[in-house]
C-alpha cells in the first residue's frame, strides 16, 4: 500500500507540472514569445528534476509493474498533423529564437548541429501530454503512468527538454 500512495503522490506531482506546461503550449497561439518562454523556462527544470526522480523504466520492468511486451495504449491521439500544426505555430512563434546550435551527445560528438526550440517544446509536449493522457483515463496502474513518463524522458523528450533549457539559458543570458 505505501508503494502505492508514493507512486500516487509521484503522479499527482508531476502531473501538476506537466499540466502548466502543457496549458502554455495549448495556449501558445494566444501570447507573443516573451510569454510563451518566460512561462515554459522555470517549468523545464522543474520537469527534468521531478523525471529523473521518478524510478527508472527497467526499474519497472525488473519488478514486473509493467510487463515488458506489453504495449502501452496511446490515450493522447495525437496525429502527425496535430505534431506538424504545434510545431509551425511554435515556430512562427519564436521567430529568430527557434534555431540554435549545439552538440547532439557532448559524451561522443564534436561537431555542432543545428536545433530548433519549436521542435524541442512540441515533442516534449506530446511525450508528457501521452503519460498525461495515461493518468486521467484512470485504466493503469500508477506504475505504468510513472513508467511511461520516465520512459519516454529516458528515451526522448529528455534530451529535447534539455536542449531547450540550454538554448533558452543562453538567449535570456544575451538578452538580459
Same mark, same amino acid.
Given at each position: ?17 506537466? #499540466? ?18 518566460? #512561462? ?5 527544470? #522543474? ?9 527508472r523504466a527497467e526499474e519497472a520492468e525488473e519488478t514486473d ?41 557532448? @559524451? ?35 506504475? #505504468? ?18 536542449? @531547450? ?12
Open positions: 500500500m505505501e508503494d502505492s500512495t508514493n507512486e500516487i503522490e509521484i503522479i499527482e506531482r508531476f502531473a501538476v507540472l506537466v #499540466r502548466q506546461f502543457c496549458s502554455v503550449i495549448e495556449d501558445a497561439s494566444n501570447l507573443n514569445r516573451a510569454e510563451i518562454l518566460s #512561462r515554459v523556462y522555470p517549468l523545464l527544470p #522543474r520537469l527534468i528534476d521531478q523525471a529523473i526522480a521518478m524510478p509493474e509493467v510487463e515488458s511486451d506489453e504495449v502501452l495504449p496511446r490515450k493522447s491521439g495525437s496525429t502527425h498533423e496535430e505534431r506538424w500544426s504545434l510545431f509551425q505555430l511554435l515556430q512562427e512563434k519564436l521567430e529568430d529564437w527557434d534555431r540554435y546550435s549545439e552538440v547532439f551527445d557532448p @559524451a561522443r560528438d564534436m561537431d555542432a548541429i543545428v536545433g530548433s526550440l519549436a521542435d524541442d517544446l512540441a515533442d516534449t509536449y506530446f511525450d508528457l501530454k501521452e503519460g498525461l493522457a495515461l493518468q486521467e483515463a484512470g485504466e493503469t496502474e500508477p506504475s #505504468r503512468v510513472i513508467w511511461e513518463w520516465r520512459f519516454s524522458f529516458d528515451i526522448h523528450w529528455g534530451e529535447h527538454a534539455l536542449s @531547450a533549457l540550454r538554448s533558452l539559458y543562453f538567449r535570456f543570458r544575451e538578452n538580459s
